[in-house]
């Protein structure tokens, strides 16, 4: 069956990630709350002045609006694989943390994932992927995972006013094949582009960098996370030209679209195992 990513609007997404070489992937974003479940190799995730390694069968509860590096590690001779859930914030409210009780800021490790928590996860998954099931049903098995992560003690922050990167990068992430302008998205915030592009800045960002950093995290997530050809994902991510895109993808990331499926290559003795790291 080919691989892809499932998604119900406003429930949430879930997908699964096979790699085969190690790389090191600096800067990805997290827009949604996630929960990683690794279960083959392991992933080291590092921010700030933090680092955690998640083993095999172990798992990982990010807040949203985080930025991790992330080196995905395979197991001798086999293939690094995670799943992952991603909820909207609309299912979460239910969910959050209350007065006195402690949320996720940033991440969050479950070591020993029960069995009640890993069945959620996976009738989660089977909901978000089922199109007949209805989405009443897909909210309540997606919600169980966070009631199975509220008894462990584990609850998000209250949804926090979003910033003007924020909603832009919502905006592209709609829709990132389309041609976006600055007038076009500064209409689309009720703001002037002068205005847009000012704002932008006073949070450290541009517009060209954040629409181009948007695009390309989106395609690393698909180059992990389904069979799709590069150039549908090329085409997906805005671009025409394939080999545009395999530069621009290198240029934020620091290796080839292609290394992300090392399977596809043919590595040099003593390569498949060590971290390929770049600048």
Excluded at 234 to 249: C, K, M, N, P, V
Aim: aromatic letters at 6%; a positive charge.
């Amino acid at each position: 069956m080919e691989r892809t990513i499932t998604t119900r609007p406003g429930i949430g997404a879930s997908a699964h990630i096979l790699q085969y070489g190690g790389l090191e992937m600096a800067r990805v974003p997290i827009d949604l709350a996630m929960l990683i479940l690794v279960t083959a190799g392991s992933k080291l995730m590092r921010w700030g002045d933090e680092a955690r390694m998640v083993e095999q069968g172990q798992a990982i509860v990010i807040a949203p609006g985080q930025t991790f590096d992330v080196t995905n590690r395979r197991p001798h001779a086999g293939v690094y694989e995670s799943v992952w859930l991603a909820w909207e914030p609309a299912i979460m409210a239910p969910f959050a943390a209350g007065m006195g009780q402690m949320a996720v800021a940033d991440a969050c490790m479950i070591e020993r994932p029960d069995q009640t928590l890993l069945q959620s996860i996976a009738q989660a998954r089977a909901a978000l992927a089922d199109n007949s099931m209805p989405a009443a049903i897909a909210t309540h098995r997606m919600q169980e995972v966070l009631l199975c992560l509220a008894m462990q003690g584990v609850r998000f922050k209250p949804e926090a006013p979003a910033t003007l990167t924020q909603r832009v990068r919502a905006l592209i992430k709609a829709a990132p094949a389309h041609d976006w302008r600055g007038p076009d998205l500064a209409a689309q915030l009720a703001m002037s582009e002068a205005t847009l592009r000012r704002k932008l800045a006073a949070e450290g960002m541009s517009l060209s960098d954040l629409l181009v950093d948007v695009r390309m995290s989106l395609a690393l997530i698909q180059l992990q996370s389904t069979d799709h050809p590069v150039s549908q994902i090329a085409l997906d991510s805005g671009y025409e030209s394939q080999s545009r895109f395999a530069i621009r993808f290198r240029k934020r990331f620091g290796f080839a679209p292609s290394e992300v499926r090392g399977h596809l290559r043919h590595p040099e003795p003593g390569q498949q195992q060590g971290i390929l790291r770049r600048a």
